[in-house]
């Protein structure tokens, strides 16, 4: 139990186009979703916190014209890069906490990663 | 959310021996989690121990909590070549649900 998938697990493009990448739980209903970048040989970095039905939280520095986020049900998430650059070359994670949790002691479930190349 | 930093940063074995990373955090938690990420690849969840808990075993892992000296080790005992990853902590407190990671422990266990 508790699959989180995501969708495409690697994508191309040229600069200035835009990617959607989707985080899915697969067994599990997210009422929070979480959207990672992690740079190689770098640790995981927060972008933003998706709450189901509401605006996502970005964190300090992330642009969320850029960076959009959808968390329309309680099993999907998507993450759109907008006008892709080769500095937004990276490996996007994404992770979701179960409907049942109610405290903070809940488990984020990852997904395997989407690497992102803007040529 | 706080940020855990793991020591080493880099850590090297033989097949067979135990493997020791340790987590030092900054201030009171509720709970510490421990992941492992393999390249390329998303993280996994490996254990979580609460504040109120001192040791927690699951297979060859053993977490301790000393929440006195704000630390956690993990501990991988009899080492396989597929234990080979980043380990990554992540101390937990407050109502925020959002977890920061430190740069992680590589472990490279060798055959």
């Known amino acids: 139990g508790a699959v989180v998938s995501q969708h495409p697990s690697r994508v191309i493009c040229k600069s200035g186009t835009s990617v959607k990448i989707e985080c899915r739980s697969l067994?599990?209903?997210?009422?929070?979703m979480f959207w990672y970048r992690q740079f190689p040989k770098q640790s995981l970095m927060l972008m933003a916190t998706?709450?189901?039905?509401?605006?996502?939280?970005?964190e300090q520095g992330v642009e969320k014209d850029k960076f959009l986020i959808n968390h329309a049900s309680l099993t999907l998430s998507t993450l759109t890069v907008t006008s892709a650059h080769p500095e937004d070359s990276s490996f996007y994670i994404c992770?979701?906490?179960?409907?049942?949790?109610?405290?903070?002691?809940?488990?984020?479930?990852f997904g395997p990663g989407t690497r992102l190349t803007v040529l | 959310s706080q940020q855990g930093e793991e020591d080493p940063q880099a850590l090297s074995i033989q097949e067979g021996e135990n493997a020791t990373m340790n987590c030092s955090y900054k201030?009171?938690?509720?709970?510490l989690q421990w992941y492992r990420q393999n390249s390329g690849r998303g993280l996994v969840h490996l254990i979580l121990?609460?504040?109120?808990?001192r040791e927690k075993h699951s297979g060859r892992l053993r977490v301790t909590l000393d929440t006195s000296k704000k630390s956690s080790s993990l501990l991988i005992t009899a080492s396989r070549a597929a234990d080979t990853a980043s380990y990554f902590c992540?101390?937990?407190?407050?109502?925020?649900?959002?977890?920061?990671f430190g740069s992680g422990t590589q472990l490279t266990v060798l055959p």
């Open positions: 992770s979701a906490v179960s409907l049942r949790g109610a405290s903070t002691t809940d488990t984020q479930y």
């Open positions: 067994d599990f209903q997210a009422t929070t």
């Open positions: 998706s709450n189901e039905g509401s605006k996502a939280t970005y």
């Open positions: 201030t009171s938690i509720n709970n």
């Open positions: 121990i609460r504040s109120n808990e």
């Open positions: 992540a101390p937990g407190s407050g109502s925020a649900r959002q977890l920061t």
